[in-house]
C-alpha cells in the first residue's frame, strides 16, 4: 500500500479492482512528477504552514501536487 510521505498513514492504492469499479475512494495528493503522496489531512496542514506560498509544491523534488 502506498503511504503518505509525511505521516506515513497508509492510503489506498490507485489500481485495484475498486478504482476499475469506480467506487474507490483515492484520498490524498499525488507530484506529478516524482509519484510522491501526501493525504488530505497532512496537505491541509501544509498549507497551514506555508501561508502566502505555493503550497501544491512537492515536497522532495518541487513538483506540483495533484488531487488523486
Do not use: V, W
Not at 501526501?38 to 501544491?56: V, W, Y
Amino acid at each position: 500500500m502506498p503511504q503518505c510521505a509525511r505521516c506515513e498513514q497508509e492510503l489506498e492504492a490507485n489500481s485495484g479492482l475498486l478504482t476499475r469499479l469506480g467506487i474507490g475512494s483515492l484520498d490524498g495528493y499525488e507530484c506529478s512528477k516524482c509519484g510522491t503522496l501526501l493525504c488530505s489531512n497532512c496537505f491541509n496542514e501544509r498549507t497551514l504552514e506555508l501561508a502566502g506560498s505555493t503550497h501544491d509544491r512537492c515536497p522532495a523534488c518541487d513538483g506540483t501536487l495533484r488531487k488523486r
